[in-house]
């Protein structure tokens, strides 16, 4: 079935007078980027052209996704909006809160058990207003969206970063904080920079052990995991349209780690397939008829480097495949090259475990690519030196692949373990016998993330990024340097062979099959349901307003912790243990910043109270100032919130009393979150002022007071000995982002103005 169809007519039908009048506004040909973006202006039909990398605009996404971690502070702050129903289509997702440990079924029941009250809250609240809900084990978010609601020239937003996995439907889809969906889920505006773009051309065709993820772990390499900030990465060229749409996604999905806003490919026949595989031929048959809005103009993939603000070429004939890690997913090593540099890194070469899934590589295409290397091995009598664990990316896919044999494939080696239809290990939901030990090891994955801890919680577990069939090829040899392109394998005989490179079906020949997809549809009139909040759960705690800005600059204030190195939304607020009190601001907050690496003596979760002058733990520190009415800055370094779209890594600082956070650069997604949640998101106007920073200072704003667009902000610094020094401050806060600044947050002016109406 196609949900939302007359939504999706009618957004085509308004394409060609938007795309005309973008046209004429712009004044050249438009990339497919930048038709989605101007056929989806607030305003309507453009009136002028926006300066990319600056004008603020605002958008009216076509709809809102949310999974279950993220979901629940969302709709938190949603049943404050004072509305009745969504003004969107939205649909919320259990994907984040199921445990791999044994298997599918008992780790599903163990999940539901042990998270009920959160799922009944999800199901009740999507029921209420109108948001339609996938229940525990329906499937990865991303997956799913991908298989029921993503189309060609659609806009959407939603609550996790690795929403941009749309993109591989040709879709501008961005990753947000809850504050951004509640914004679009109460029927208002949504504001973003003008994205810059990134044009990347590929040519030639993909062969052999090559696959669509080594397409972005090349990017990666080329990017960083920064090279992407505040761009859309649109893919286009003749290797484009040669690639899946699922392997589309997985290219998109995986922009999240440049730091891209999103990444999307134009319209083309491998879309029809897909499309018309998961039940959507009506899609098609609607977008065929605007087909030539749906990419960008000839003339533009013609002369690209007049179009695009960067160019990347990248010919997937020569492309190899490629092992990106360990501890940052842009460290990109072809396979070939990957033993000496192990050797040099001293990277432990042994694998224990070798994961596939996610929502990033989970569909029947990696599936059944992954399955023919292991028919291959068991057909040879190699038997496997590793544990392969499979997270199938939907009930959908799962039934199918289980109906076709891959599943059947992947247990003829015996130590398999087939996981329930969820995030499970990518997000650190995985309780791994013996990461406790803290042991230096390595694992393969064809996850997105590979920070310290992401995975098993083991700070020194090197986890290594690749496709689903290097990693099932990696899982038969026990090794991260083996290398299926020359290397043999010992059969049980003695005898020396060689895997056959991986074969697999782009979509099931015999079409998807599921019994029960997982879809709770919502009333029709949720009037009468009852939201229930126990004033007593530890899990769940309904919001309070934070407080308004007094309109006086901020003195007196400490620094709580002055980060070194890469700070990320998980270093921030950890996910794994800490999942299970996503939707209790209070309890999660006890999470604050306890992985972040304090500069001053590089251990982490070891601060000093100014107060006492001991030193404790962050949280418990900033708690301390917070009952004392001492405000407090974070300092940070480069790229500072990279990662997750998480928004409690703002809102638990906000909650504690932090009133700024000071760094060097900041990544998109969490420097928008800190301003929803009505708190400073400065960065260093010389960013050698990060090292004047010292344990024992005393901050303050000398200007706050006069807060204003393009207007620096000028920090003062008082030291221990009495001596000071002055920092000045960047910021991009707009009138807007100013005005939530002033009443204490985002959603205090939404409630305000609804109350005004």
Not at 122 to 138: H, T
Not at 209 to 232: E, M, N, Q, R, Y
Not at 688 to 709: G, H, R, S
Request: hydrophobic content about 40%; aromatic content about 8%; proline content about 4%.
């Amino acid at each position: 079935m196609t949900f939302d169809i007359d939504m999706i007519k009618k957004v085509y039908e308004r394409y060609p007078e938007r795309i005309a009048a973008a046209r004429q506004a712009v004044g050249k040909p438009l990339t497919l980027s930048e038709k989605i973006l101007y056929a989806h202006l607030w305003e309507g039909n453009a009136t002028q052209a926006y300066e990319r990398g600056n004008s603020y605009v605002d958008f009216a996404p076509d709809r809102v996704a949310m999974q279950d971690a993220t979901a629940q502070m969302a709709l938190l702050q949603f049943m404050q909006a004072g509305k009745t129903k969504v003004a969107v289509p939205s649909t919320a997702h259990a994907d984040h809160l199921i445990q791999a440990k044994v298997g599918a079924d008992k780790d599903l029941q163990e999940g539901i058990n042990k998270n009920s009250e959160v799922f009944n809250f999800l199901s009740s609240v999507c029921d209420k207003y109108g948001i339609g809900f996938w229940k525990p084990g329906a499937g990865i978010i991303h997956q799913v969206v991908l298989e029921n609601y993503a189309f060609p020239g659609g806009m959407m937003i939603g609550t996790d970063s690795h929403t941009v996995n749309a993109g591989g439907l040709g879709m501008v889809a961005i990753g947000v904080g809850g504050a951004d969906a509640v914004d679009v889920m109460a029927g208002m505006a949504w504001e973003l920079k003008m994205p810059k773009l990134i044009g990347v051309k590929l040519t030639g065709k993909m062969n052999g052990w090559t696959s669509a993820k080594d397409v972005i772990l090349k990017v990666a390499g080329i990017l960083t995991v920064k090279g992407g900030t505040g761009c859309i990465v649109e893919y286009f060229g003749e290797g484009a349209e040669s690639l899946s749409a699922t392997g589309k996604g997985t290219i998109c999905n995986m922009g999240a780690e440049v730091g891209a806003t999103t990444s999307t490919f134009g319209y083309d026949d491998s879309m029809r397939r897909y499309l018309a595989a998961t039940g959507r031929q009506d899609v098609v048959d609607a977008a065929d008829q605007i087909a030539e809005h749906l990419t960008g103009d000839a003339e533009v993939y013609a002369n690209p480097e007049q179009y695009f603000d960067q160019l990347i070429e990248i010919n997937l004939s020569e492309l190899t495949p490629h092992l990106n890690g360990p501890f940052t997913p842009d460290l990109a090593t072809p396979v070939s090259e990957f033993r000496a540099k192990a050797e040099a890194n001293g990277w432990p070469i042994e694998v224990e475990w070798a994961l596939i899934g996610s929502c990033t590589n989970s569909s029947y295409e990696d599936l059944s690519r992954a399955a023919s290397i292991v028919e291959d091995a068991v057909a040879k009598g190699v038997k496997p030196k590793a544990i392969l664990g499979i997270n199938p990316g939907s009930e959908q896919v799962k039934y199918t692949a289980e109906r076709d044999g891959f599943l059947d494939s992947f247990r003829k080696f015996e130590n398999a373990r087939i996981f329930t239809n969820a995030c499970g290990p990518c997000i650190g939901q995985w309780d791994r016998e013996g990461a406790e030990k803290g042991e230096k090891n390595s694992i393969i994955h064809s996850f997105n993330r590979n920070f310290a801890k992401r995975a098993d919680g083991n700070p020194n577990t090197h986890a290594f990024v690749a496709s689903p069939e290097m990693v099932a090829a990696v899982a038969i040899s026990g090794r991260l340097d083996f290398n299926p392109i020359t290397d043999t394998l010992t059969t049980e005989s003695g005898e020396q062979v060689r895997l056959n490179e991986p074969n697999g079906s782009e979509l099931p020949s015999r079409g998807f099959a599921v019994e029960d997809n997982g879809y709770q549809a919502p009333s029709e009139d949720g009037s009468q349901v009852v939201v229930n909040v126990s004033p007593t759960s530890d899990r769940l705690q309904l919001l309070e307003e934070f407080p308004a800005w007094d309109g006086k600059n901020i003195e007196g204030a400490k620094v709580l912790i002055k980060a070194f190195g890469k700070c990320t939304t998980d270093h921030i607020s950890m996910a794994g243990p800490w999942l299970k009190y996503r939707g209790h601001l209070d309890n999660i907050s006890n999470n604050m910043l306890i992985g972040a690496v304090n500069a001053y003596n590089m251990e982490t979760n070891h601060v000093k109270n100014q107060l006492t002058g001991e030193y404790g733990e962050v949280p418990a520190v900033q708690r301390a100032y917070k009952a004392a009415h001492i405000p407090s800055i974070v300092v940070g370094d480069q790229n500072y919130g990279e990662g997750s779209s998480r928004e409690h890594a703002a809102m638990e600082p906000r909650h504690l009393g932090v009133k700024a956070v000071l760094v060097k650069s900041f990544a998109r997604i969490h420097e928008t979150n800190l301003k929803k949640q009505g708190m400073l998101g400065l960065t260093f106007a010389n960013e050698a002022d990060y090292d004047k920073i010292l344990e024992d200072d005393t901050v303050n704003f000398l200007d706050l007071d006069q807060f204003a667009p393009g207007k620096q902000l000028t920090l003062e610094f008082v030291h221990a000995d009495g001596t000071k020094d002055t920092v000045i401050a960047n910021h991009t806060y707009n009138d807007q982002q100013i005005e939530w600044f002033k009443a204490g947050s985002a959603l205090n002016l939404i409630k305000r103005q609804e109350k005004q109406n």
